[in-house]
């Protein structure tokens, strides 16, 4: 059968106790007003950190005063955009009965007074708008932000995504001062000892789950370095980048830019079979487009790796064909790599149907005629708007 396409590319929320302080240190000679702080978050990793905080003014009530939680409004979401999905912090912020104010910009916002009294610090942990300097230099100890990684590697909005795909073994947190003009330029204040924590599995571990762990850690250096005022003047630079010694034996320093449409395009005059796997373990389903008599169709694939038999065809990588491997009347949709493995195409959901067996669902989407092979998966990333 020959076939007709020509895909032209390109959980729960981890819990804070106090046991994971437990052994934490408690000293400082610097002092400080009672905190005052405009927690600003939305994601599960952030969520950690404020029930980590949360838990501190409850243990110490005289250290921090009060805490309200600064977030994203809910998105419309669903058909007709009926449905309002809320950023996980909200609830979780209404749940301890903290004060939550939902805003899209800090444009004309200020933040409240808590007994007549301004906020002093403003926490961000995954939260995505930019805290301008207007509030920062009103916060009398200016602002704080947990990233997970080593900064200044991995400095962007997806730096566990970006850590996975460069496929390092090892990871960390960063507390560091908030900047008041770029993201992820502060004073790092804290950081897990260079080159940082094994991450667990590194073969087969997915964002989330990596997440649920740093989320903890960074729960953990953020109450510490409340704990030892790191935000009071002098502030100190205590990161790994700063010696010449660790810079000189330190891997590539990758930025860790928001992942988007094309970081899941299938780019295979490039991509190994490993690198197209782990793409799709870190980003989820990948995608091409393939052409059929009439126009253009958007393809998203399911692959797996397939151990062939020496009477594979020998197609160049990237041309998808039928083969039936031995015992089995059922073909399989198989494509070849530029390093001469072999995928299997499991599912496939072609632009306006349903997801379904990839042989049938090229069947049904007239990919598919005659016997043999034509056409090639190709990158589209240059035309993808």
Known sequence: MMLLWRPIPRFQYPQFTLGCLSHARWSSNKS???LRILFCGSDGFSVASLRA?????LERPGTIESIDVVCRPGKRTGRGLKNITEVPIKTVAENLALPVHEIDTFTRWT???RDSEAINLIV???FGLFVPPRLLNAAKYGGLNIHPSLLPDFRGPAPLHHTLLANRRKTGITLQSLHPTRFDHGLV???????????PDPETVKVQELQSLVALRGAEMLVQGLRDRVFVPPLKEVGWWSRPQLR???PEIRHAPKITPKDRCIDWSSFSADEILRRQRVLGPLWNMAADPDKRKRVIVTLSHLSVSDNVPTEKPGLPFLWS??????PYLVVKTKDRQFLRIV???VEGEQRAEAVGAATKARLLRGKGVTGALVTFHEKLD
């Open 32 to 34: 400080c007003d009672p």
């Open 111 to 113: 933040p409240p007074l």
């Open 347 to 349: 599912e496939m959901t």
């Open 189 to 199: 204040l804290a950081q897990t000892p260079y080159p940082g924590f094994d991450i």
């Open 325 to 330: 491997p031995p015992n089995l009347e059922t």
């Open 124 to 126: 961000a942990v995954s």
């Open 53 to 57: 905080v949360h838990n501190e003014l």
């Open 248 to 250: 000189d034996q330190a």
